[in-house]
T-cell receptor
């Protein structure tokens, strides 16, 4: 158990809908990272937050957004969902925002868009 | 463009049959190379971090090494419980203009038969 929690574990929704994925980092970790994992693309970095502020963006679509709250939990919002958004979404955390060591991953949320 | 390539894509071993997984990388300023293990439907589990050429890390039957262009994950006398997908990731100083972001390879799926 990495200490990172994610809810829900599974999510099934229809095209055009909006969903929110939630992540709680390890105790004491200030950085939260979001990743998308699909069979053809592998694990892709989406966005990073550090102590409530956006730190870096990766391959995140404009339909997707995230935020980190004062208690350091984070939410990833996915809107206008398409079939291609079906994937595993992972949250990871680390103690600092830069020159950090390893990232610790949560168990993931499996999103299925029908 | 920063890139990580892992080979082989899949590897089947008999229990006790030692082998190596390869991770070759092209990055603009390596700020760390990371190995993760991922079991089906679960989040990646951190194994090792390597920072400089010549560095080696060991954990049970696993040993990771790093050169200027690639890393190897050596598996000595593997057991069926070592079956998993092994992911390699690098942190580049220039990716997305920010530090702390990992670029993952697509992984090597290892199967160890008893």
């Amino acid at each position: 158990d990495s200490g990172v929690t994610q809810t829900p574990k599974h999510l099934i929704t229809a095209t055009g809908q909006r969903v929110t994925l939630r992540c709680s980092p390890r105790s004491g970790d200030l950085s939260v990272y979001w990743y998308q994992q699909s069979l053809d693309q592998g694990l892709q970095f989406l966005i990073q937050y550090y102590n409530g502020e956006e730190r870096a963006k990766g391959n995140i679509l404009e339909r997707f957004s995230a935020q980190q709250f004062p208690d350091l939990h984070s939410e990833l919002n996915l809107s206008s969902l398409e079939l291609g958004d079906s994937a595993l979404y992972f949250c990871a955390s680390s103690p600092t925002g830069s020159l950090a060591g390893e990232q610790y991953f949560g168990p993931g949320t499996r999103l299925t868009v029908t | 463009e920063d890139q990580v390539t892992q080979s082989p894509e899949a590897l089947r071993l008999q229990e006790g049959e030692s082998s190596s997984l390869n991770c070759s990388y092209t990055v603009s300023g390596l700020r760390g190379l990371f190995w993760y293990r991922q079991d089906p439907g679960k989040g990646p589990e951190f194994l090792f971090t390597l920072y400089s050429a010549g560095e080696e890390k060991e954990k049970e039957r696993l040993k990771a090494t790093l050169t200027k262009k690639e890393s190897f994950l050596h598996i000595t006398a593997p057991k069926p419980e070592d079956s998993a997908t092994y992911l390699c990731a690098v942190r580049s100083a220039d990716y997305g203009g920010s530090q702390g972001n990992l670029i993952f390879g697509k992984g090597t799926k290892l199967s160890v038969k008893p």
